[in-house]
């Protein structure tokens, strides 16, 4: 016998007409109850047509999500836990990957717009203010991992400023004064803040800041890896390397290795995310952590906020990051 909304309603104890807002995206229903009609049609096996949501304009209970790299372990981790907590909500998640081109944004939003998703989290830095504000117009969306403070959009991210000021404090901490950066490239704000928290720690400990040690890079993994080598034959002097995330910071330690330097004896290295990478590369990663599980499920939240309450107020939701000590920091060996 299949089951209907009346089994759904009367498992849950809410009424008819709460199954039938969850399932048709309709009226202001709180999340905690949503989860649990949700849960209650998974237990039972009730999945309504998205296909026949799509076309009458009622939900179709899928999400999209727009981020810059996959190979990035930084955005797969976001990406399962964002697809973690969107299952637990009773969503589907299409995942598409720009690799930072223009051209694949365009062709991505488009994609999203043809499937009249709920809604849409994007984790790119390459889509202009205009161009979220103009996708705003046509569905949900939520920024994950960057924000525009201008854009009445809501946003989750982890505070880089901060998180750059405490990889350099932890530097100088530890001895070093030649601190050099390798970043990506202007397009990703976050490193961008995270750079300035470093330059922040710099002058808070009277070192005057180098703008010569701050190596901007396209996150192509041979063009990174070209960038440090020129780094280490150009400033020799250089006792530290701040990576802004786990990913560079990988590829500068092979890069320092293939100059027969050794990590941390002639050189430390901090990173930043605290990913996969972080506890498996050799030496293990000092690194500054962001609460990838918990941004995850902030942004779901936020766009399934905004799907139930097209008039919510706009949310910034800034989340802490934490240092995290291993073994590729110590002491400067050289002077």
Do not use: W
């Amino acid at each position: 016998m299949n089951t209907t909304i009346y089994d759904i309603a009367a498992r849950a104890e809410v009424s008819i007409a709460t199954v039938s807002k969850v399932i048709n995206g309709s009226g202001r229903i709180s999340l905690k109850t949503r989860a649990k009609v949700v849960r209650i049609m998974q237990e039972l096996g009730y999945q309504p047509s998205r296909v026949a949501s799509a076309l009458t304009g009622k939900q179709t209970f899928t999400l999209g999500l727009l981020l810059p790299d996959l190979a990035n372990p930084f955005f797969a981790e976001m990406a399962r836990s964002i697809e973690d907590r969107a299952y637990e909500m009773g969503f589907s998640v299409i995942i598409c990957s720009t690799d930072n081109k223009l051209e694949r944004t365009e062709r991505n939003i488009r994609f999203f717009k043809q499937k009249r998703l709920d809604g849409v989290m994007i984790g790119t830095g390459d889509m202009t203010a205009a161009a979220i504000t103009g996708l705003s117009k046509s569905m949900p969306v939520a920024l994950i991992a960057r924000d525009i403070p201008t854009l009445a959009i809501d946003a989750v991210r982890v505070d880089d400023f901060l998180g750059g000021r405490m990889a350099a404090a932890h530097l100088l901490e530890s001895g070093h004064t030649r601190i050099a950066v390798i970043a990506e490239d202007e397009l990703f704000v976050s490193s961008l803040e995270r750079v300035r928290g470093y330059r922040t720690a710099l002058e808070e400990a009277g070192i005057t800041f180098d703008p010569g040690l701050v190596v901007q890079v396209n996150p192509d993994p041979d063009k990174i890896k070209s960038a440090t080598a020129d780094l280490l034959r150009a400033r020799p002097d250089v006792t530290a390397i701040f990576a802004c995330n786990d990913l560079l910071a990988t590829l500068v330690i092979q890069t320092v290795r293939e100059h027969g330097l050794s990590v941390p004896d002639d050189l430390s290295i901090i990173g930043f995310d605290n990913t996969i990478h972080a506890s498996i590369v050799h030496p293990s990663l000092t690194t500054v952590a962001q609460p990838i599980e918990n941004m995850g499920k902030q942004a779901v939240d936020l766009l399934l906020g905004k799907i139930n309450d097209p008039d919510i107020t706009t949310r910034k939701v800034i989340l802490l990051p934490e240092l995290i000590v291993r073994s590729s920091v110590t002491a400067p060996g050289k002077e």
